[in-house]
Structures are given as C-alpha cells and as structure tokens.
C-alpha cells in the first residue's frame, strides 16, 4: 500500500507533496479510516443480510451484526495503524498484546464517548414534538464521528503506538 500511495503522490504537484510529506501520519490515518469504514459496512451488511434470511428478530439481527462490525473493523484498524499509520514494530509478545489491547479499550472508551454524544445530542438537539428528527441526529452522529476521529488518533498516537526512541531508552 505504501508504495502505491508513495507513487501516486509522486506525480503530484510539489506543493502537494510538501503537503502529503509533513503530515503523512494524519493522511494516512485519514486513509486507515476510510478504509476502516468500508470494512465495518460490509461486515454489518453482510451478516444483517444473512440474519435476515434466518428470520432473526430485527433488535437480534442489529445488535450481532453491528458487534460483528464493530469486531472486525476494530481488528483491522488495528493492524492498519500498526503497520501504515504508525508503523510500530514490536519484538516481543507482551508488547503487542499491550498495543492490541490498548487500542481495544481505547476504542470501547471512545464507543463509550459516542454512544454519549449521541444521546445527549439526540435529546437536546434533534428531538422535536418527541420524535428523533433523522437530519438533525444524522448531524449529532457527524459532529460525534469528528470528535471521536480526533480522540482516537491522539489515543493511538500519544499512547498506544507511541513512538519508541532507542537513543534515549540507551541513555537511561
């Protein structure tokens, strides 16, 4: 994936190279995101479908599939920040079982943060007359998703994938 990108920029005017190039972790992490996102639809998608068919009760169907979504699309964030965004490079087992299991419990943090943003949101902004207004909450869902980006790249950058200085680690 690196190199594709790294080609693509390649033919891209200097300014947006200079640009690509001072903040490639935030591009990337943009990326990751997308790509992020298309992994979680289709893995709600798919097994909504499949439920569908089995003639699951539709709060069941909901809540498998979106815990499906959520666990394969975290998964695959994870990796793809490892790798791409942040490119941490562990030795041993301990810690990457660290890094993994931060990254979960950051993003269940942030689920967390959302789900709060959302109902909080919802109950003072996009209910009228009693009724969940869909644009209104659509708009709530935007501003959580904006505040969430933020809050996990600073997570993932500051905490989890931190970046290792073996210069100062040998000082110590």
Known sequence: MDKLIHKIISVMPKPIQRLWYDHE???MYIIVGGLTTVVSLIFQ???T???TGL???G???TLLSTTISWIVAVTFAFFMNKIYVFRSVTTTKKDFWREFMMF???RLVTYGLEVLIMEVGNHFFATVDG???TWRSLLVKVVAQIVILVINYVFSKLVIFKAKHPEKQKQA
């Open 59 to 61: 709060w069941l169907n």
């Open 25 to 27: 972790d935030v591009w």
């Open 104 to 106: 979960y419990a950051a």
């Open 55 to 57: 003639g699951m009760a």
């Open 49 to 51: 479908h499949i439920f």
């Open 131 to 133: 009724k969940i207004v």
């Open 45 to 47: 998608i798919v097994p």
